[in-house]
């Protein structure tokens, strides 16, 4: 598939693509590595409903506090493969589809910035084409995040959880949660946009090109204000993918979602998990693209 992607938009050197998949890969696993506890605790953050067959938390560090107990540090790293596979690999696609569609439209200038509407189709075209590759490998951490400690393990990792899926509701099981996911394609497009938008913005400020080697700081503060502001602006729709994915309560589809959270929880249940989202994420943003923007400027030619 992503073979037939690049020959159709034809226009980026193997050697930039190549550059571009890496880079994102090593981003996306290193955060994840660090960082996976404090995404487990927003998911079940996030499906907190009420229901009496889950445990309930008082706080993140409650939450915290009963995992360790029961588990130990491989409670906190439930789930911990699919996020990994996941993560590197949704980063590594995301930045060789979003530039490689770049180049196209600016013709191989990579100093000439697009429009904003550019930088959003762009972001939406490359996320869209990430998620119908990797959904299934989503499902599967949400559902292997959510075995409680103190239920019984229906999953015993992220192949059986994908196979299982696949046996039990055939495709349509491996890519719950894939509507929302689409509207979720927003949250790419804005951070992209606004780290894009800054990134131009510190070159002219600096006098240099956007290509240069930024400094650290540049990078982490840029990262981390083009996450908060996109992760601020879309957090609802992970919530209801959240819900969708989960294996403890069954929704007809997004709108039952949508109506349940509302009647029961207000619009305060579509910001469940909010601050430890952003907890996680801002860090996350900013170890993804150091790692990436210095990869970029390291790696050598091929």
Excluded at 35 to 55: E, M, Y
Excluded at 118 to 127: E, K, L, M, N, P
Excluded at 215 to 237: C, G, I
Excluded at 277 to 296: D, G, K, Q, S
Aim: proline share 3%; charged share 15%.
């Amino acid at each position: 598939m992503i073979f037939y992607i690049y020959k159709a938009l034809g226009t980026t050197s193997v050697m930039t693509s190549y550059k571009h998949f890496v880079a994102g890969v090593a981003g996306g696993t290193t955060a994840t590595c660090i960082l996976h506890p404090l995404d487990l605790i927003k998911i079940r953050f996030s499906v907190s409903d009420g229901l009496t067959t889950r445990p309930s938390y008082s706080s993140m560090w409650d939450l915290t506090r009963k995992v360790w107990r029961t588990n130990g540090v491989r409670g906190l790293y439930t789930g911990v493969t699919p996020n990994i596979i996941g993560a590197g690999l949704s980063w590594g696609l995301y930045f060789f589809f979003y530039n490689t569609i770049k180049s196209y439209l600016n013709s191989n200038r990579s100093s000439e910035p697009l429009t904003i509407s550019q930088y959003i189709g762009c972001g939406v075209a490359s996320g869209s084409i990430v998620l119908a590759i990797t959904n299934p490998v989503w499902v599967a951490k949400t559902r292997l995040c959510l075995q409680y400690e103190t239920q019984n393990k229906v999953y015993r990792g992220m192949s059986h959880t994908i196979i299982d899926l696949y046996k039990k509701d055939g495709v349509k099981g491996l890519y719950k949660g894939f509507v929302p996911g689409l509207f979720g394609t927003s949250h790419g497009a804005i951070q992209f946009l606004v780290y894009e938008k800054l990134k131009i913005w510190n070159a002219k400020r600096k006098g240099k090109s956007v290509e240069d080697k930024m400094a650290t700081f540049d990078v982490l503060a840029m990262s981390a204000v083009s996450k908060l502001v996109a992760a601020s602006a879309t957090y609802p729709y992970q919530v209801v993918r959240s819900r969708l994915q989960d294996q403890n309560r069954v929704y007809i589809g997004v709108t039952d979602v949508v109506k349940t959270t509302f009647r029961n929880e207000s619009w305060r249940g579509f910001y469940k998990g909010l601050s430890a989202n952003l907890v996680r994420v801002t860090p996350a943003c900013c170890i993804t693209f150091y790692t990436y923007e210095m990869l970029m400027y390291y790696l050598p030619d091929i």
